[in-house]
């Protein structure tokens, strides 16, 4: 059993007395080293002349002065020493405590408070290191926070949808019965896919990446081949890029399919939508061309938040992280998505990612998932 404490235990030091216990031994420490240091030094020098003295038969009177006088320099030395440690080691002792208090006075409630990096070159040095941790420590709490936030809201619609046509059922009533069936497993397909979006868009922002080195050529094909099965347009190819580059090609096809599967949505049906590959001495660029809406300016910056539509319809299904999962891949590769006007109407997503990149990349998965993942954005 732990011990709760008992009479005559040492009570351990408040927080004030750590600085000063810790400062009193760096001085006592210091002081005592140079007492020795004197000491030996003295001892040493005043041997050796006494003993040359004795051995010339010479009185020793003449060493009691000098003596003395090393005596009296060695005290005041020692005193000196002591007042000069007591003020640097408290300087130092409170960067450290300063460094510790802010550090104890941090809790996940509130990650904003930073360490005091106006110390010494070694403790600003560690505050900084610190500092940039906790920026990216709070960056993924504000991440998860967010996304929590952002399910739960999700999750209202399917529940009370669900939950109020259950209350207002009629047992009796064998149509009703059915007909109320049927929504709930609309809405429980619904969260299922719900959640298997969250899951990628967590591994696409989480997992490490492969980097392995990606034909262009023949992730176009894969990608011609995969989007020829996606019913209700007439898909074209309009570019093709030749090269290689550096990156998990799954993912960016993952990342290429999804765009497709957005568009075909998006697009009056039998309507053409182009997909396209580029390569410049920069980047390389694959983008997906449809004829559709389009994507007004002002809302082009929501588009690939999480569970954002920016105003599109709902009728056509989907979680609304699709977009998201682009976003997060082609960061991922150090890259971007972005969104311009296709000419003559319409929306053209282009996701851009260097030839090579010092990101990590997420954990592979198989591209011809997306396209079973019916309804998803």
């Known amino acids: 059993m732990r011990r709760t404490g008992a009479p005559g235990d040492n009570h351990p030091m408040t927080r004030s007395q750590r600085p000063r216990s810790a400062r009193r031994r760096i001085v006592t420490g210091v002081a005592l080293a140079c007492a020795v240091a004197l000491a030996l ?13 004795w051995s010339a038969g010479a009185p020793l009177d003449p060493l009691l002065m000098p003596m003395t006088v090393f005596g009296v320099a060695s005290v005041v030395t020692i ?15 409170r960067s450290i405590a300063e460094v510790r208090e802010a550090a104890e006075s941090m809790t996940l409630a509130d990650l904003s408070r930073r360490l005091p990096s106006d110390g010494g070159e070694g403790i600003a040095d560690l505050s900084q290191s610190v500092n940039s941790m906790l920026d990216r420590l709070e960056g993924s709490v504000d991440s998860q926070r967010q996304l929590l936030d952002d399910v739960r809201h999700e999750l209202k619609t399917p529940i009370t949808i669900v939950r109020g046509h259950l209350e207002i059922m009629d047992a009796s009533d064998r149509a009703d019965v059915d007909a109320t069936r049927a929504i709930g497993i609309a809405e ?85 939508i182009d997909v396209g590959s580029a390569v410049d001495p920069v980047e390389v660029r694959l983008w997906v061309r449809d004829h559709g809406p389009g994507v007004p300016p002002a809302m082009r910056h929501r588009i690939f938040r999480r569970f954002d539509r920016a105003g599109r319809r709902r009728s ?62």
């Open 79 to 93: 005193v000196l020493v002591v007042l000069v440690g007591w003020f640097v080691a408290g300087a130092a002792l």
């Open 188 to 272: 429980l397909d619904r969260l299922t896919r719900l959640v298997e979006d969250i899951d990628l868009l967590a591994a696409a922002e989480t997992d490490t990446y492969a980097s392995d080195e990606i034909d262009l050529a023949a992730l176009t094909a894969r990608m011609a081949d995969m989007v020829a099965v996606i019913p209700g347009h007439d898909w074209h190819v309009t570019d093709r890029a030749t090269g290689r580059m550096l990156g998990d090609g799954d993912r960016l096809l993952q990342a290429w399919l999804q765009l497709a599967d957005n568009a075909s949505k998006y697009s009056p049906d039998a309507s053409p």
């Open 316 to 377: 056509v299904g989907g979680s609304g992280l699709g977009l998201a999962i682009v976003d997060a891949i082609a960061k991922g590769h150090g890259g971007r998505c972005e969104v311009t006007d296709t000419p003559g109407g319409g929306a053209t997503f282009t996701i851009h990612v260097p030839h090579t990149s010092g990101a990590s990349y997420p954990a592979p998965v198989r591209a011809d998932d997306v396209i079973h993942q019916g309804g998803k954005r």
């Open 41 to 53: 030094v003295g001892g040493v020098t005043f041997t050796a002349q006494a003993t040359a003295l």
